[in-house]
């Protein structure tokens, strides 16, 4: 045996084939289209058995060339499991699969009652390469059977390129059907039913609203969310109210075509294509899962942060991963940032920029279409689009929407001089003097958590830090400022009594809970004994940690505050198999995280 890889088989190469026994009754077809699947060869049990050695495991299917049929790549169903008496295959022209067919199994069966939902070969042989959308969203390949039961297409790429995805969406992959769509001078409303469940992702959403609202000239929200019930939607950032506008008024054009799933973002002034998911790759719209991609009006694309990626993305099928992670910058991991905004600069010389309001993992895809695709576990696909022109305009457009920066300091934008590791006081001393002698102009000392007494917020080391008030105050006489780092997590290790950031913390119920809603989640950064977190979305948690601030600013006269850890961060890398066993920790689908858990390396969700 011979391992490859799957590939198409000509009807001159199954012409070539011994036909079965013309009245076998072993091998019967159950699809309501039999001119799909043609029987092709006998097979003899000991022929079966040599091929149930290649599956080491019966969910890892392995493509072999059989020795006896020279003509074809094959796989075996796996569950069938070679039992006695198999004595034909069933060869599949669509997907290329020939099946062990001595009895009807579960997986065979469902590809069987899902014949009337598969693709038509003429549905993936017009999908160029470069227009392939992913039917997976995972990191790994499936055989052509399990793509086959997503009602997709199987087949290798012309190019061979290995990033190019090999089970992909057919065109005209109808989800949702547009039923209804009303239009006033400020909006538009469209509504989708499910014609065909997802069948990997459970709880599909049955009626699907979508809100086009022109919030003003040039910005354009689509709200895409469930019409019956509430989802989560991220309370942060706090929009301003905005808008609407005329639609004689708008740079943008919305078109919805009822026969087709999706809908069309056009710029008014040249009929630039901006954001078009009609009928482009898969709509999935279930609890744990939304799936929506959009050819794009470029290749010229910046943003997705927060990855270690070339200024002006790779669109050669590339995968960006977001979710807030505590891990050194690499390619192709997700880091401590979220930001789901792109800004593309078309052909024309216009930009436009997109936004996706929604906090949470998501994988973003992005194609050499061009085009992108958006795969998230959870709340609601809220689009703000910017029409720009120019690239400020775009960011002007999308800070007017998420928040500006506050005007900092004029000292701040000067060198600051910070690393982790000056373990006392005299160590700073020594730094900053030798800096300052060799006449390198800086206006800002820092020291990250060495200064701290235990690692504790809020406290300083008066042994190994002894003096440091003083040396803030001859920082301040000389001209200069002085910084701190201070993370969310407060330590537990302390007596009774003795550390107030963690008693009034408890006694005001400002930190993280866990499960029980009551208890403080317990975590691990860089205290003695563990570690619970401030809940910044609590509004106690403000008032809570201006008094600890305060306090400390009094005993020494800081100048600013970095707050570092805040992903957030927790140590303990298997809190993963600690965290309760419901979907939320182990949804049907996880993007490509670093780590095993949504909860590695941070909290339970």
């Known amino acids: 045996m011979v391992k490859a890889h799957l590939v198409f088989v000509p009807d001159q190469a199954i012409k ?7 009245n076998d009754p072993t091998c019967t077809v159950a699809s309501k289209r039999d001119k799909r699947f043609k029987l092709v060869h006998p097979v003899t049990p000991d022929q079966c058995h040599t091929l149930k050695t290649v599956l080491k495991h019966p969910l890892l299917i ?3 060339l059989a020795a006896f049929l020279t003509t074809a790549f094959i796989f075996i169903e796996p569950l069938c499991h070679c039992i006695q008496h198999v004595n034909c295959i069933l060869f599949s022209q669509f997907t290329n699969n020939t099946i062990c067919c001595n009895e009807k199994q579960t997986y065979i069966t469902n590809i069987w009652e899902n014949a009337e939902t598969l693709p038509m070969p003429e549905q993936c042989a017009v999908i160029e390469d470069e227009n392939r959308i992913d039917c997976l969203g995972q990191e790994f390949e499936i055989p052509g059977y399990a793509c086959m039961l997503r009602d997709c297409c199987w087949s290798l790429p012309k190019n061979g390129s290995i990033r190019i995805p090999r089970c992909y969406y057919p065109a005209r992959y109808r989800t949702y059907k547009i039923t209804n769509v009303s239009s006033t001078d ?12 997802s069948t990997f992702y459970p709880n599909n959403v049955p009626m699907v609203k979508i809100d086009f609202v022109y919030r003003t000239e040039d910005i354009l929200q689509v709200k895409i969310y469930d019409a019956d019930k509430t989802r989560f939607q991220t309370p942060f950032p706090e929009l301003p109210p905005m808008g609407p506008t005329a639609a004689n008024n708008t740079k943008y054009v919305v078109e919805i075509d009822t026969e087709k799933t999706g809908f069309k973002i056009l710029r008014k002034s040249n009929n630039q294509i901006i954001f078009d998911t009609q009928d482009f790759g898969g709509f999935i719209f279930s609890d744990q899962f939304l799936e929506i991609s959009a050819r794009l009006p470029s290749h010229h694309i910046y943003g997705l942060g927060q990855q270690r990626n070339d200024f002006k993305l790779d669109m050669n099928w590339k995968k960006i991963t977001l979710f807030n992670h ?11 940032g979220s930001h789901p905004f792109y800004l593309a600069m078309e052909e024309s010389g216009d930009s436009s920029g997109v936004m996706l309001l929604n906090s949470n993992a998501m994988d973003i895809d992005l194609t050499p279409a061009p085009g992108i695709t958006y795969r998230t576990i959870g709340g609601l696909l809220d689009f703000y689009i910017f029409l720009g022109p120019s690239p400020s305009d775009v960011v002007r457009q999308f800070t007017s929407l998420v928040g500006r920066p506050f005007l900092p300091p004029y000292w701040s934008l000067g060198f600051h001089l910070s690393r982790s590791g000056y373990k006392t006081l005299n160590e700073t001393k020594k730094v900053w003097l030798r800096t300052r002698d060799a006449k390198i102009p800086f206006d800002t000392q820092w020291n990250d958590r060495d200064y701290m007494k235990n690692n504790n917020d809020f ?20 001209g200069m400022h002085y910084m701190v780092k201070i993370d969310p997590g407060i330590g537990t290790g302390e007596l009774p009594g ?12 400002v930190f993280v809970s866990d499960i029980s809603g009551y208890r403080p989640f317990m975590g691990k950064v ?9 809940d910044f979305f609590k509004r106690a948690a403000v008032d809570y940690w201006l008094t600890q601030l305060r306090r400390l600013h009094e005993i020494f006269a800081f100048d600013g505050t970095g707050l570092d850890m805040n992903d957030p961060t927790n140590f303990q890398n298997d809190s993963g198999r600690s965290c309760p066993n419901v979907s939320l920790e182990y949804p049907p689908f996880t993007p490509a995280i670093a780590g095993c858990y949504l909860s590695t390396h941070t909290l339970c969700m």
Do not use: C
Request: glycine share 6%; charged share 25%; net charge positive.
């Open 16 to 22: 070539k084939l011994i036909p079965p026994k013309p």
């Open 62 to 64: 392995t493509f072999v």
């Open 498 to 509: 003795t550390y107030l950031p963690y008693d009034e913390g408890i006694a005001q119920r």
């Open 326 to 336: 505590d891990q050194h910058p690499k390619p192709g991991t997700n880091l401590y």
């Open 459 to 478: 406290t300083y080391d008066n042994e190994s830090f002894n003096g440091l008030p003083d040396f803030v105050d001859m920082l301040h006489k000389e």
């Open 186 to 197: 400020v909006g538009t409303v469209a509504y989708m039913k499910i014609v065909k469940n």
């Open 526 to 534: 860089w205290n003695k004994k563990y570690t619970v977190y401030v």
